[in-house]
């Protein structure tokens, strides 16, 4: 029997949004920077009225967010990083995105500067956080890469240091984005979201396995979870909402 894929999920809290499938040429992968006004960035910026609205009625803002996938090639990464982008053209607040994922970490391709320190080479002691911070050209976003390989990442994730450095930048940052990887494959995700103030999942519809989003949210629901978002929505004849010559799908559903 073939396994059944996820297009929409009922089973656990609300969509925080869906994001259209777009064309995968580099200049079009991060959206926020290159068209402040496509339907993509739009729908980013529908996660963040979320989160603000989540944060208002929660009487506590959500400041450190964790953001995993049940399994790899859901999107988790790319989501994450637009999704700060978004969050820091609010001029007002500052953001930080740490890349977690030490064990296949990706940000760097997304730019032309590769640094060869981050994450890792701080909690060593190797190198300052301000040496190993990086801004992407045209945005206010900062980004704390993962450095180099360790052998022990998932150790070090869950340390006294990792503790110590997130409680220093809640003091600097209105939010901070900890991209992680895939908890169906490592405790990492779970173990940080003990730190944070929200989780959220990132699905790809017609891939994910449906099965894998409820055993992701059985991992993670003992942690606040925000939501859902379902990554490279393909619009249907039945939800097709036309936006500036675009298509694409967007849910609102009632938390439960």
Do not use: W
């Amino acid at each position: 029997m073939e396994a059944q894929r996820v297009n929409t999920y009922s089973d656990g809290p609300a969509a925080e949004g869906s994001i259209p499938s777009y064309p995968v040429a580099s200049r079009y992968l991060l959206p926020p920077l290159c068209d402040t006004q496509s339907p993509v960035t739009e729908q980013y910026r529908s996660i963040k009225a979320r989160l603000d609205y989540l944060g208002r009625v929660g009487g506590k803002p959500i400041q450190t967010l964790v953001v995993t996938s049940p399994s790899p090639g859901d999107g988790k990464t790319l989501t994450t990083l637009n999704l700060a982008l978004v969050l820091s053209q609010d001029t007002s607040r500052e953001v930080l995105l740490i890349e977690c994922d030490l064990r296949r970490p990706s940000i760097r391709e997304h730019f032309s500067h590769r640094p060869d320190v981050g994450l890792v080479e701080v909690l060593n002691n190797e190198v300052k956080l301000s040496g190993a911070l990086l801004r992407p050209e045209g945005s206010r976003l900062l980004i704390l890469p993962a450095g180099g390989r360790t052998d022990q990442p998932s150790e070090l994730l869950s340390s006294m240091k990792m503790q110590r450095l997130v409680e220093i930048l809640r003091k600097r940052f209105h939010h901070i984005l900890l991209d992680t990887p895939p908890v169906l494959l490592f405790v990492d995700a779970d173990q940080l979201a003990a730190q944070a103030d929200g989780v959220m999942l990132v699905v790809r519809s017609g891939k994910t396995q449906r099965k894998a989003v409820t055993r992701a949210m059985e991992i993670i629901s003992k942690h606040p979870v925000v939501g859902i978002v379902f990554n490279d929505m393909r619009p249907t004849p039945m939800d097709r909402y036309s936006y500036y010559g675009y298509d694409y799908r967007y849910q609102d559903r009632k938390r439960r």
